[in-house]
């Protein structure tokens, strides 16, 4: 079955080298600007390993030192017998360190409450911008998220890769054309070896019969060979 449907390719000239050129160097940009994302994200990362390694260390040095101070006393006590005045000296030097230790808590919880942490107040600053409050980009306090910033740069950068995607684009469709048409003269070949063979089976059971096989315009279908010359 033949109908009048058919398909044209795109005339596509070749690719500029100063494009070629400003597409590699802006993929460049985008893959070291990758890269430097997942290097700050693994320092960050290992970063708080350490912190975390670091604070079981130094609570396993503290329940170590737990666990040996009671032997060392009991020793002490053992071996050294002390006065009654000693022993109220020594009581009242224990009360005095837990005074200062509750001391010490209580001016960190201070200190917590009067400071704040620069990181936080970003946040902060952060969500006053982005969420909850449509600012009119009229207003004078209005600010351009980052993400939503456009420079002469960032324009020129998006319109050189949508060249370079289009020019993508239709290459890929001829491609596809191209071997289309390939396996189109292939399928021709392949039903022409066929129709051989049943017009031998014809001749040898006396039943002929007309076969159609499908032709190629080459006109259409090849316009390279247009400017071909032959004698």
């Known amino acids: ?8 390719t795109f005339r596509v000239p070749k690719m500029q ?16 600007e990758i890269l430097a994302k997942e290097e700050n994200e693994a320092s ?21 030192n737990k666990s040996i101070a009671p032997g060392v006393t009991q020793q002490n006590s053992s071996t050294v017998h002390k ?13 005095r360190e837990i005074r200062n230790k509750k001391m010490d808590k209580l001016k960190q919880k201070e200190v917590m ?49 949508l060249e370079g995607s289009i020019h993508k684009l ?3 469709f001829n491609i596809r054309i191209s071997n289309l048409r390939v396996r189109k003269q292939e399928n021709i070949n392949e039903i022409k070896e066929k129709q ?9 059971l006396g039943t002929p019969e007309e076969l159609t096989l499908p032709t190629i315009n ?11 010359v032959s004698d």
């Open 83 to 95: 006065t009654e005045a000693e022993k109220r000296r020594e009581q009242r030097k224990i009360e």
């Open 218 to 228: 080459e006109k259409v279908e090849y316009p390279e060979k247009f400017f071909n």
């Open 113 to 161: 409450q009067n400071t704040q942490d620069p990181n936080e107040l970003a946040k902060i600053a952060e969500a006053k911008k982005s969420y909850g409050q449509y600012k009119l980009k009229m207003d004078e306090d209005y600010e351009v998220p980052e993400h939503e910033q456009v420079d002469f740069n960032k324009k020129r950068q998006q319109m050189i890769l």
């Open 17 to 32: 080298e100063t494009l070629t050129n400003n597409i590699n160097k802006f993929k460049e940009i985008l893959e070291s």
């Open 170 to 172: 239709k290459n890929d």
């Open 44 to 64: 960050e990362n290992e970063g708080g390993a350490n912190v975390d390694e670091n604070n079981e260390g130094d609570g396993k040095a503290k329940e170590k």
């Open 196 to 204: 051989e063979r049943l017009r031998f089976i014809n001749e040898e």
């Open 1 to 8: 079955m033949q109908t009048d449907a058919f398909v044209t």
